[in-house]
Each structure stands twice: as structure tokens, then as C-alpha cells.
């Protein structure tokens, strides 16, 4: 598995994809993704969140499979059915969310499944002990290598991924934002060893977020954008500007009607929000009648500082008052009874009891109300519920229907309609619109955009840059646990949100 | 992070202090890794109980019959125990092992009366048939996705149905087995008896493999991450298969070494042991949610277990008490456990964040 040898003529791409499609159910991931990586080279994967790039890395990677398309490597046409195959073809990724076995020793975790054997076919402790202390001082890090996975930051779980990585000797190497949550010495650390690797012969791919790097580390750079291949470029022909302009490149239509609503008093407010290792000093409004959006990238702190909000989570330091009151943390009964209402990212698990019946649903909020000596009646239920299942036109042929069965749009329409039955003053709603269709999207805009008229405030978190630009009043960007900006409607473009969310701190430092 | 961030990483002294514990002789090493176990913990309350009812009442250790007894009763739990831990460090559990310790059971004497087979080939038997049994777990888990606490509940209603309907109301008696077989159940060697011999041997068997074979390493990575181990690449579903398919072969031989020790089997034989060998984990140090956990621990807990049933009723503690002590001895672990995993995740957390 040595990282030159290949038997395919000079200039054979070592990673070539072409038209590849991909969908889950009805949401299409990709459409036509193309991506050609070269050995001895690095080549960027830029794209907005959902463009594709994670989908196209895990079908390389052997975690899903291609509906379509071809699959390359160095000429010859593959097809992986596990992991396992990816890995004896030569290929190392290393995942945005590292992949470690916690109760399991450093070393352990950079040689599972391939230990070295003594010859009495034990594992062989003491050369793998070497050989990761070996790995480390390579690559510069003191690690003691028999500590457990455990406990480790994200930076140091992301220098083990690489070092098993190298281990593995893989000649192409596939980095998903390995960056994110590395320091600045730690990031000019990994280039170096990115460097090293390329000039050994190896094909690398890494996908970042932050330009300054792609321009500092990368030879070619890919633009995906809703899962399609946009453009190819060198990087020494071109420039951050028409990066961004490839990465958004649509038109923000007038898709989301949010009609302007006036603006009351201050409903909400925040005020140096702490979170070790999530979030610090976010402080911020959001008034009556206002739609503020939470813009900013996949694992930027966005849902983190909702669910502190809502005392789901806690918080080190900091503040949340409504109508001026404060609210305590870590009790989201206290934050309900304030007038909030939450509806999570993730309705099927955390905003619905998807096994039981829309009534039920809608009523569980409000049930303390409703029942009757401690009892709670269907019929009750069903008188609670009706109105507001109306209201929101959710299309159930009966409040007695199970909420599993219904269309995701209807799903989180029985979600609004659950928190609704509270009377909230604010609404926090983490990705209004993920799984939905077209259609149905426009619609939840649409109420959301009413109940905004009527005076509530909304706190809307959302990954879909036009949703956040046509909805949203105000954007406030998230960028590696910070508010790096807060912009007006009317000053809000793509280009002035991407790049607030992808101002590393580094840049600031 | 910005704290953590903010000092250097790479000072000499934060290296120094990172590596440290690499850096220490290997003897002082291991020492410090044993005294820090939780192995030794129980094992010294094991001593404390077995030093509290000696001196109660001092034939409790120091007669011929009792220092048998003391190692012989464990044994077959032991057995279940080292099957038991396998499954649960996947993070899986196995309930069916008391139904299929029952059925070879009857199975074994069976087989003596009808088909008079050797005494090596009538083990042999028991051990094949509690392997293809545990395969049926392993199937229905690492392929119908269902947790396996339902699908080893299943089973153990399932096989202990087909005891109940085969055996009826009879009973194997010590006559229907050869006085060979059954003195495997009450021999000595060397003052140890036989059957102890036997688990001690698959313990240390199943020990080894845990920590010296591949496949026993990928078991621990299975059961702290499964996600994890897809991802790399591990073929779960055969480490899970397996995994199933000793603790039942290790049921199977439980249930032969039953037949030989008590000499009268019953339909109900080893009703509840499941329990008893889940427990005897627990108490152990093997994580419920699997990743971690020894063999060794699981073997002292089910030495404790019983030695706690036979130590208490001496010591004067009524019927009750001696159930609540065992209850409260597996939440304690399990308190214990919980208190302990934090306090290393936050000391690990802390030693990172301060270099």
C-alpha cells in the first residue's frame, strides 16, 4: 500500500468522481457531484452547509453508496460496500466529528483492528506504544499515549485521527474541517505534516470553511453548492471573492415572505453567555414582532446557545431575561412559564412523541391544564387541539392520526402548534425548515412570518442562507462560539453572512 | 477553549507533566494501575467478608468441607460470569444463559440415559449445543437489530418453554449418570476442587483473549462506540455473533458442570442465575454500557456474590437483610461506577486543558 505505487499512467487522478448522486428518501444529498484530486496534491472542498461535501466524502469513504455515477481510483472503477474496503484501498478520512473509542487508550485507538502481533499473535503493546510515540513526536504533540480517549478536546481527538491516519500509510487523505477546533500553533502544525504528506506523493482532500487556509494550504480548490459540482480552479487563480460568489451563486427571490411587522419592546434579552467549550460572552435582544435570524456554520455554537437559553442546557457566566425578568438557568419549566417556547432541530427526537396521536402532541405541553383530577380525557385533548391544528392547516385526516405517519412539514406544524397552545412570548426554533419540501417550506414561512405580525418574538437558527436572509429581520452570525456580527435586513447579502461565518478567530486574534 | 489555548502547549514543563505517567518505570506503572483497580476493591471486600464470618464463626473457613464449599459453590456462576462479560462489554447482555444452562443440563443426563455416550463426548455435547443456542442470541441481535435485552429475554422464556415441555415433571437422578461424570462435580486436585479448576482455566482462557487477542481489543472498541467501530472498519456483527456464541457454549458447559455437581436436574434448573451472573458483572467493574470492564472483575464478583450468600446467614443477618445487601451492593457498584467515571473524565478533561 505504498503511497506511489500505482500502475496507471502519469496524470491519472488517484481520486476521480464523476456525476454522482445520492439521496435519502426523498431528500436529494447529491445530484451530480464531481471531484478529482491528484497525487501529490491538496485540493479544497468549499461548499455552504448542506451543499453535499460530507455526503461525498462518506461515499469515498465506503459509509454510504452511490445511487449513480462514476467512482474512480488511480483510473480503475471501484465500488465500496464498507469501510473496511476504503481503508484496504488506501483511504483515510478523518471525520468533522472525530471517531474515537473513549474508554480506550490513545494507542489503542490509532492501531484498533490492525495491531501490530507478536509472534505468538498477541497484541503487541510495546511496538505500538513506540510507534505512536513515534507518530506524536512527528507531528509535534505531547500526548501521553496510554492515557483513555477520554476527556481529550476535539483538537486532540483530530491529532490522533491524523496520526492514525499516517499510520495507515493511506495515499489519499481526506480531511472533513479538521481545523475547526485547532489552535492557531496546531493548525500551522497539521499543515506542515499536510505538506509532508504531499510531497511524499499523496493525494489529499480537505474541506474548510476558512478561506485563509484554503488559500494558504491548497493547489486546486472544488465549489459545491446544493449538492452539484459548481467549478474546479487552482487557487493561485483565484480569489476569495469569486469563491464566495461560486459558493452562493443564487438568487435570493422572494421565496419567504416575511412582511415587516413593528417592533415592540424588548422581549428577550441575553447578556455575556458562557460556555466552556461552546459559546463565550454571546449577548443579544430580540423584541416583539422581530424574527432574529441565528446564522452561522454546522457546529458554530448555534443550537448550544438556543438550548442554554432555554436552560435545556447550563451556562458558566452570563444572563437571560424576558420582559426584563430574570430567568434561572438550567430549567426550561422556569423558561416555559417565562414564555418561551423551543422547538428543537431534531423534532422526530426531541419535539415530538412521533408514536402518538396529533392530539396528544399538541396537548402535552399544556396537559397540567387540561387534566381533570389528574386525569387527562381524550376529549379534552382533541377540544385543546382542534383549534390550533386548524389554524395551522396541518393536514391530518383525523387528531387522533399517529404524528409518525405525517409529511415532515406537517410534523413540524404539530410542533408549532404544540408550543403555540402555551401562549409563548418567544419562540426558539432551531431549523425551521430541514427535511421539508419546497412547498410545505414556504408555508411554515408564511406562519412564521404571521405570528411574528401578532407580536411574538422569534429566535430562528437556521443553516439555509436564503431562509436566514429572507426571513430574518436581523442576522446575527455565530462563528466558533462568538457573535461576529449583527446585521441589519437591509445590509444582509450572502456574501457579508458567509464571510461573518467564516471570520476564523485566528484572523482576529 | 481559549483559556486552555492561551498558555503554551508545548512548554517542557507541560510535556513533562503530560508524558509523566509513560515516563514511570514499568513496575511502578503496573503497581499503580493495580492498586488503582477496581479488581482490587472488591476483591478486598470479598477478604473482609470472608475474614467477618471466620471469625464469627471460624468453620465458615477452616474445616475440610468448607474450604470445598468456598470454592466450589462459585464455580459455575463463574463460568457464567466469564460468558456474561464478553456480551456485556459489547454492550450487550445475555439473559438466556440460565434457560440454556438448564436445558444442557437435562440434556446431559438425557444423553447418559439414552444414548450412553462417552463422558468426554456427553461435555462435549453440552458445550455444542449451549454455543448453537448463544448463536441464535448473536443471529437475531447483530442481524434483526433488536436490542438484545429483548431478544435474550425471548430466548430465555423460548428455551426454557423447550426444557419444560421435554422434561415434564421428571427429574435426571445422581443414578442415571455414570460415578465418573459425577465425580468430576466433587473432586479434588491438590485441595482445589475440580470444577474450580475447570472455570479457572476458562477464565484465565477468556482473559487472555480479552486482552491479548485482536478480536478481544475489538470488543472493548465495539462496546464504547459502535458508531466508531464501523467506521473503522470493524466487522461488528461477527465480534457480536461471537461474542453471543461463547457465552452460550460457556452456558452449555455450566449446565454439564451442574448435572455433575448437584447430580439432580430439574426442568427449573438454574432459574434466575441470568440474574445472578448480570449481577455478579455489575459488581465487578464491567460498564453496563460496555467499552470496559475485566473478565478478572466479573470473576470476583460472582465469587462475592455467592460467598456473600453463604457469609451472611452465619454472621446472624436474617433473610431479608441478605437480599437487600446484595441490591445494595450492585447500586453501590453502580453508583460507584458512575462517581468514578466522572471523576477521571473531569481529572482527564483537567489534565489536558491545564498543559
Known amino acids: ?509 | 477553549m481559549s483559556a486552555a489555548q492561551s498558555t503554551e502547549p508545548s512548554t517542557p514543563d507541560a510535556v513533562e507533566r503530560l508524558v509523566e505517567p509513560s515516563r514511570q518505570p514499568r513496575g511502578r506503572r503496573i503497581l499503580t494501575t493495580v492498586l488503582r483497580s477496581r479488581e482490587l476493591a472488591i476483591l478486598i471486600v470479598l477478604l473482609l467478608v470472608i475474614a467477618a464470618a471466620t471469625l464469627t464463626t471460624p468453620s465458615f473457613l477452616f474445616s475440610s468441607n468448607s474450604w470445598r464449599d468456598l470454592l466450589l459453590t462459585p464455580s459455575i456462576l463463574l463460568l457464567l460470569a466469564a460468558g456474561q462479560a464478553v456480551v456485556v462489554i459489547t454492550r450487550n447482555v445475555d439473559l438466556s444463559v440460565g434457560s440454556v444452562l438448564g436445558l444442557t443440563a437435562y440434556l446431559t443426563g438425557r444423553l447418559f440415559i439414552d444414548t450412553g455416550l462417552p463422558v468426554v463426548a456427553v461435555i462435549l455435547a453440552g458445550l455444542v449445543v449451549g454455543m448453537l443456542l448463544g448463536l441464535v442470541n448473536g443471529v437475531l441481535v447483530a442481524f434483526g437489530r433488536v436490542p438484545a435485552l429483548v431478544i435474550t429475554l425471548g430466548t430465555l422464556y423460548i428455551y426454557r418453554g423447550v426444557v419444560l415441555t421435554w422434561a415434564g415433571s421428571d427429574r435426571i437422578n445422581a443414578d442415571d449418570m455414570p460415578r465418573s461424570f459425577l465425580r468430576l462435580g466433587t473432586a479434588s486436585i491438590l485441595s482445589i476442587p475440580v470444577l474450580t479448576i475447570i472455570a479457572l482455566v476458562v477464565l484465565v482462557g477468556v482473559g487472555y483473549y480479552l486482552y491479548s487477542a485482536r478480536g478481544g481489543r475489538e470488543l472493548y472498541a465495539i462496546g464504547s462506540d459502535p458508531d466508531a467501530a464501523v467506521l473503522y472498519g470493524l466487522d461488528v456483527r461477527r465480534r457480536v455473533l461471537a461474542a453471543f456464541a461463547l457465552s452460550g457454549a460457556l452456558a452449555g458447559l455450566a449446565g454439564v458442570l451442574f448435572a455433575a455437581r448437584y447430580g439432580t436436574v430439574s426442568s427449573g434448573a438454574g432459574t434466575g442465575i441470568e440474574l445472578q451472573a448480570v449481577a455478579a458483572v455489575v459488581i465487578g467493574g464491567v460498564a453496563i454500557f460496555g467499552g470496559s470492564g475485566t473478565v478478572w472483575g466479573a470473576a470476583i464478583g460472582a465469587f462475592l456474590l455467592v460467598t456473600i450468600n453463604r457469609a451472611l446467614p452465619i454472621v446472624g443477618i436474617p433473610d431479608f437483610w441478605q437480599r437487600a445487601v446484595v441490591g445494595g451492593l450492585i447500586i453501590g457498584a453502580i453508583v460507584l461506577d458512575r462517581v468514578l467515571a466522572n471523576r477521571t473524565a473531569r481529572k482527564l478533561t483537567e489534565a489536558r486543558e491545564d498543559a
Not at chain 1, 415572505?257 to 463565550?280: I, N, R, S, Y
Not at chain 1, 455554537?301 to 435545556?312: D, K, L, N
Not at chain 1, 423558561?335 to 432541530?345: H, L, S, T, V
Request: include cysteine; aromatic fraction near 4%; charge should be negative.
Open chain 1, 1 to 509: 500500500m505504498a503511497a506511489t505505487a500505482s500502475d496507471a499512467p502519469a496524470g491519472t487522478p488517484t481520486l476521480e468522481l464523476r456525476d454522482v448522486a445520492k439521496s435519502f428518501g426523498p431528500v436529494v444529498a447529491l445530484s451530480s457531484a464531481s471531484l478529482s484530486v491528484d497525487a501529490g496534491s491538496i485540493h479544497a472542498l468549499v461548499g455552504e452547509n448542506g451543499a453535499g461535501k460530507s455526503t461525498l466524502i462518506k461515499i469515498v469513504a465506503g459509509v454510504h453508496r452511490r445511487d449513480s455515477g462514476d467512482f474512480l481510483l488511480d483510473g480503475i472503477h471501484v465500488d465500496f460496500g464498507s469501510t473496511s474496503d476504503s481503508k484496504a484501498a488506501g483511504i483515510a478520512v478523518i471525520y468533522q466529528e472525530p471517531t474515537l473509542f473513549p474508554d480506550l487508550s490513545v494507542t489503542e485507538n490509532i492501531f484498533m483492528g490492525r495491531q501490530p502481533l507478536t509472534r505468538g499473535r498477541r497484541v503487541d503493546r510495546a511496538a505500538m506504544h513506540t510507534e505512536a510515540t513515534a507518530l506524536f513526536s512527528r507531528l509535534g504533540v505531547a500526548l501521553d499515549p496510554r492515557r483513555p480517549a477520554q476527556g481529550l478536546s476535539i483538537a486532540d481527538q483530530q491529532i490522533i485521527e491524523i496520526a492514525k491516519a499516517i499510520s495507515l500509510d493511506a495515499r489519499l487523505l481526506i480531511m472533513d474541517e479538521p481545523t475547526a477546533a485547532l489552535s492557531g500553533v496546531e493548525v500551522d502544525r497539521l499543515f506542515a505534516v499536510a505538506r509532508s504528506l504531499r510531497d511524499e506523493g499523496r493525494a489529499l482532500v480537505f474541506i474548510s470553511h476558512r478561506f485563509d487556509e484554503v488559500f494558504a494550504l491548497c493547489d486546486t480548490v472544488t465549489v459545491m453548492r446544493d449538492g452539484e459540482y459548481v467549478a474546479t480552479k487552482p487557487v493561485a487563480e483565484t480569489d476569495e471573492d469569486e469563491i464566495v460568489a461560486l459558493m452562493v451563486g443564487r438568487e435570493v427571490g422572494d421565496l419567504f415572505p416575511k412582511t415587516p411587522a413593528t417592533v415592540g419592546e424588548v422581549v428577550l434579552e441575553v447578556e455575556g453567555l458562557d460556555a466552556v467549550g461552546q459559546f463565550h460572552d454571546v449577548s443579544f435582544q430580540v423584541r416583539e414582532g422581530e424574527i432574529v435570524g441565528l446564522a452561522g456554520l454546522v457546529g458554530a455554537g448555534r443550537s448550544e446557545i438556543a438550548r442554554a437559553v432555554f436552560g435545556v442546557d447550563g451556562y458558566e457566566r452570563g444572563t437571560v431575561t424576558m420582559h426584563g425578568r430574570p430567568v434561572p438557568p438550567s430549567n426550561p419549566r422556569a423558561a416555559i412559564a417565562a414564555g418561551m417556547a423551543f422547538i428543537p432541530e431534531d423534532r422526530r427526537k426531541q419535539g415530538l412523541v412521533t408514536d402518538a396521536s396529533v392530539a396528544r402532541n399538541v396537548a402535552g405541553v399544556i396537559r397540567g391544564g387540561l387534566s381533570r383530577l389528574g386525569i387527562l380525557t381524550e376529549g379534552a385533548e382533541n377540544r385543546a387541539a382542534s383549534p390550533w391544528a386548524q389554524r395551522l392547516a396541518v393536514k391530518t385526516g383525523a387528531l387522533d392520526m399517529n404524528a409518525a405517519t405525517m409529511s415532515g412539514g406537517n410534523q413540524q406544524k404539530v410542533v408549532i402548534a404544540k408550543w403555540l397552545a402555551t401562549n409563548p412570548k418567544l419562540l426558539i426554533i432551531d431549523e425551521p425548515t430541514r427535511g421539508i419540501d419546497v412547498g410545505t417550506k414556504s408555508e411554515v414561512h408564511r406562519l412564521l412570518s404571521e405570528l411574528a405580525g401578532q407580536g411574538l418574538a422569534i429566535l430562528m437558527i437556521s443553516s439555509e442562507l436564503p431562509e436566514v436572509l429572507g426571513m430574518a429581520d436581523r442576522v446575527l452570525v455565530v462563528c466558533e462560539g462568538r457573535l461576529t456580527a449583527d446585521i441589519a435586513r437591509d445590509d444582509a447579502t450572502p456574501e457579508s453572512v458567509m464571510r461573518a461565518a467564516t471570520t476564523s478567530l485566528e484572523a482576529q486574534r
